[in-house]
T-cell receptor, first 117, second 115 residues
């Protein structure tokens, strides 16, 4: 099956620092990856759509300067939370489209728990 | 304004019985629907999907039914097993839209299967 990995799985950082989260599709190429954020007992909130070789598309209300996304290759997208603050603490999940024949089926990474002290 | 609604936040079912999880949507442009299963502190796992040209799709113990006129879909799990206990998310996509095939998720239903 389609496998997506995320690294790190957990990170604790001090307020004001930046944190980079990696999302990799391990056995398929993904021209499109998505970044979600999940608050406790809430649904998955789409933050941005990451397209290989072009700028990410951010959802309304998501600060593009705070959440930097880079889709450097067909198997790697990174999300950098810049100058993190406690309110950025959350569970961040990435997903990738499998591609031809399954354009809508997204395969998710295991998520990254970010805690900002 | 929720376009995908899962009105039951939780559901408890006895092991071996049928679990029925419901999902309603409001956007008539949605034409592809998916169910995901999620354990705590993990990413969602794709379970099953259905295109709007079908009204039923079956995969082992999992069957998804789609009623387009009612804008309603349901996931049936038969027989339910304790390992099925998780949060189930319904998601929808508008494939007629340009580009990126974004998914719109419901809030999820927590299924507990009691041994």
């Amino acid at each position: 099956g389609a496998v997506v990995s995320q690294h790190p799985s957990r990170v604790i950082c001090k307020s004001g620092t930046s944190v980079k989260i990696e999302c990799r599709s391990l056995d398929f190429q993904a021209t499109t990856m998505f970044w979600y954020r999940q608050f406790p007992k809430k649904s998955l909130m789409l933050m941005a759509t990451s397209n290989e070789g072009s700028k990410a598309t951010y959802e309304q209300g998501v600060e593009k300067d705070k959440f930097l996304i880079n889709h450097a290759s067909l198997t790697l997208s990174t999300l950098t939370v810049t100058s993190a603050h406690p309110e950025d603490s959350s569970f961040y999940i990435c997903s990738a489209n499998r591609g031809l024949g399954f354009p809508d089926t997204q395969y998710f990474g295991p998520g990254t728990r970010l805690t900002v002290l | 304004d929720q376009q995908v609604k899962q009105n039951s936040p939780s559901l408890s079912v006895q092991e071996g019985r049928i679990s029925i999880l419901n999902c309603d949507y409001t956007n008539s442009m949605f034409d592809y629907f998916l169910w995901y299963k999620k354990y705590p502190a993990e990413g969602p796992t794709f379970l099953i999907s259905i295109s709007s040209i079908k009204d039923k799709n079956e995969d082992g113990r999992f069957t998804v039914f789609l009623n387009k006129s009612a804008k309603h879909l349901s996931l049936h799990i038969v027989p339910s097993q304790p390992g099925d206990s998780a949060v189930y998310f319904c998601a929808a996509s508008d494939r007629s839209g340009a580009g990126s095939y974004q998914l719109t998720f419901g809030k999820g239903t927590k299924l507990s299967v009691i041994p």
